[in-house]
């Protein structure tokens, strides 16, 4: 999560507020036990959900999710821990410990031992990713971890660079029709970089990578006045990208830069990124205050956009492979989730949003959403219509302490929504 911005004036803040206030809303039908963020919780912090069909039993199928250094944690359809894997421990003493990111799913690659699914997760403490194998009914659980030990770090030269954690950090995977080979898209936390990372078999049915290129997004930017700005951040800090998805109709790969706005561009990385809607923050100055360590921002010129709010995060998409849909962002900054259309030729025009709000007293909704993941298939009795699973940020009630947990909701409840 980026760098805390402190609230803008107040005739904009109500804008925004307005512009969430009027969007439909939709309540959670389930959700997963909390996590701590702290010692005694098991200093847990969920983040990045993946959905897993099971092709045979859909309504077996699988909620896979990040929680930092708690590691990753797998759900049933009725939110309930089926498994929980530890994060790896620290290279050596006064190392940085393993700490999951993002996740997402590959399907059917070819491995030495067979074809199979994988749950593929980023280790943001050791700058590498993992890989995680599919098998539902598997004594034990459903994810073995089939990552090859000698798997390269992502962005770092060596430990020394992995201490500073500028490390792997958001990530979304893509196969190549035309070619059959996987990949995952990565990016760097406090850079602007994202890198392409072929998948790659290896023996004893493991799995490694090799990066194939990589893009630097702006960290400056012309404003029509023509002065530059850049977002305000910590010393040093540059605007990170986080929440990715690559639409397979097209190859076009969705980044969210958390404190500009949401970019498209080609998923090989060749090609001009082109930003096609902005966070309503865009281009107001802020002076970083090291005592508080927030940004205390400027006047608005007015260059931002109005549907978004910073954080821009975890984005994912809802439609069918034919390109039929909705790129869904999250809106952190004011608790909604954007839909753009997925058709180029309307340039992924805005088609609308909605917010996650409480079901009842005791199933809140989402607040200050991380991470997003949709699939559009039925998944037996429970979700006929297809999930929507969403980081809630603010689990409550929470008490005295940093609680997180992810929320399931119906999907036909947000194509309704989406509809209206």
């Known amino acids: 999560m980026a760098l805390a911005v402190a609230a803008l004036a107040v005739p904009a803040e109500a804008r925004h507020r307005l512009h969430a206030d009027n969007l439909p809303v939709v309540t959670p039908r389930a959700e997963t036990p909390v996590l701590h963020d702290d010692d005694e919780g098991g200093n847990a912090d969920a983040d990045d959900p993946a959905i897993w069909r099971n092709a045979a039993a859909p309504g077996r199928s699988l909620v896979v999710a990040t929680a930092k250094e708690g590691g990753l944690r797998v759900y049933d359809l009725d939110a309930r821990l ?3 894997i530890a994060a790896p421990p620290a290279a050596g003493e006064g190392d940085a410990p393993g700490r999951f990111n993002n996740v997402d799913l590959v399907h059917g690659l070819r491995l030495s031992s067979g074809k199979a699914d994988l749950a593929v997760s980023s280790d943001r403490g050791h700058d590498r990713l993992r890989f995680y194998r599919v098998d539902r009914d598997r004594a034990g659980g459903p994810l073995t971890d089939v990552t090859d030990p000698a798997a390269p770090h992502v962005f770092s030269r060596d430990q020394a660079e992995v201490n500073d954690q500028r490390t792997v950090y958001g990530l979304a995977t893509w196969t190549n029709p035309a070619t059959g080979k996987s990949y995952a898209l990565v990016s760097r936390r406090e850079r602007t970089g994202i890198a392409l990372l072929e998948l790659l078999p290896t023996a004893g049915g493991k799995v490694t990578y090799r990066k194939v290129r990589s893009l630097d997004l702006p960290s400056s930017f012309r404003l029509p006045n023509g002065t530059s700005w850049s977002p305000c951040g910590e ?28 970019w498209r561009m080609r998923a090989d990385l060749t090609g001009k990124p082109k930003l096609i809607d902005k966070v309503r923050e865009y281009g107001v100055p802020g002076v970083y205050d090291e005592e508080t360590e927030e940004c205390t921002p400027g006047r608005d010129p007015g260059f931002g956009g109005t549907r978004i709010s910073a954080d821009v995060e975890g984005l994912t998409l809802l439609g069918e492979s034919d390109g039929d849909g909705y790129i869904l962002a999250s809106s952190q900054g004011d608790n909604t989730f954007a839909a753009y259309d997925r058709e180029l030729e309307d340039a992924n025009e805005y088609e609308g949003g909605f917010r996650v709000t409480a079901a009842n007293d005791t199933l809140d909704g989402s607040e200050e959403c991380d991470g997003a993941a ?16 969403v980081q809630d940020g603010h689990d409550s009630p929470g008490g005295d302490r940093d609680a997180t947990n992810f929320k399931f909701v119906d999907l036909a409840k947000v194509m309704d929504a989406l509809d209206d």
């Open 82 to 84: 089926v498994q929980s």
């Open 235 to 262: 010393p040093g800090e540059l605007p990170q990208v986080e929440g990715m998805v690559v639409d397979p109709a097209n190859g076009m790969l969705y980044a969210g830069q958390e404190d500009v706005g949401v």
């Open 374 to 389: 949709v699939l559009n298939a039925p998944l037996g009795s429970k979700y006929p219509g297809g999930l929507l699973v």
